[in-house]
């Protein structure tokens, strides 16, 4: 028989992203609310508890409440909002973070899904952390770039569209000048650090694509980097660490170098005779970073393949 799934939120960025990964699926149906329905809350409310699994593509406050509206102790829910990212109770949905996230995922009634930039930033402390290259209470700063798609429909507009009410021209810019970002919290929490990082976001004048960087000035060898990087992901598909050689030959690396697949690249460069280290990931915002996560998530919880449906 094949599992029920109701995207609620499906008309945004990342609910089509994931609507287009499980189309064609024989192991998924959607279930699916034409426009004069998806507002409707009795209509969703049928949806929400008629599905196996629930995929939210909501703003926070209406990822809390479709939540509420979920009951039955039988459907299973991911949040791509920021909502339950630190939340007791819920799941976090990056099974490559801990040896047993997989197995986590897999049995969870409630995942969150990360966001684009902590995916990144995770992926490349998370494992100093734990290899004790890294302090909890060390001074991070994590300088990243994003697509101009993470910013969803209002962004993509001011890009694209001249007669848009923001629209821009740039090719470049900073925000997130408060230093107050929503995802500094799961950086801090997820990566168990004991002071937030100093989280600088960008975006570029490109449709997809991220880079996030983390600069260390007094970092260990830098093989001994790559290493505990290298452990923390073995066998792991979605996830590669560049070997040194590799990385030692690369002269510059591009947004774009993941963007249109699922998958994550860590890269380790420095000057060992300074002591410095850029450690860098590549992604695609709203592949590993939104919505290749999602149906990762999904698969496992309803025991799937984890690649099915994924772009590799």
Known sequence: MTAQVFIDGAA????????????????????????????????????????????????????????????????RVIDASTAHRVADGWTYGFPELEP????????????????????????????????????PDAPITVNATSGYSGGGKAMIAAFEQADAPDATDTAFRLYGLSLGHKHVAEMQVHAGLTTAPLFAPAVARTYRGMIVQVPLPA?????????????????????????????????????????????????????????????VACLDNLGKGAAGAAVQSLNLMLGLDELSGLRL
Do not use: W
């Open 12 to 75: 945004g960025t990342t609910g089509l992203e994931i609507a287009d990964r499980l189309a064609g699926r024989a192991d998924l149906s959607l279930i699916r609310l034409d426009d004069t329905r998806r507002k409707d809350p009795a209509a969703r409310r049928e949806a929400l508890n008629g599905a196996d699994a629930v995929i939210l593509c909501l703003p926070d406050d209406a990822a809390r409440e479709a939540v509420s509206l979920i009951d039955n102790p039988h459907t």
């Open 100 to 135: 047993d996230g997989a197995a986590r995922v897999a049995e969870a009634k409630r995942v969150s899904n990360p966001g684009c930039y902590p995916t990144g930033f995770l992926a490349l402390v998370r494992p100093l952390v734990v290899a004790g290259l890294l302090p």
């Open 219 to 279: 970092a260990p060898p830098l093989e001994e980097l790559r290493q505990a990087l290298q452990e923390a992901y073995q066998g792991r598909p979605l996830v590669t660490v560049v070997e040194g050689e590799e990385a030692g030959a690369m002269s510059v690396v591009t947004i774009e170098r993941q963007a249109g697949t699922d998958r994550l690249e860590l890269l380790v460069f420095g000057n060992e005779a300074r002591r410095q280290a850029r450690l």
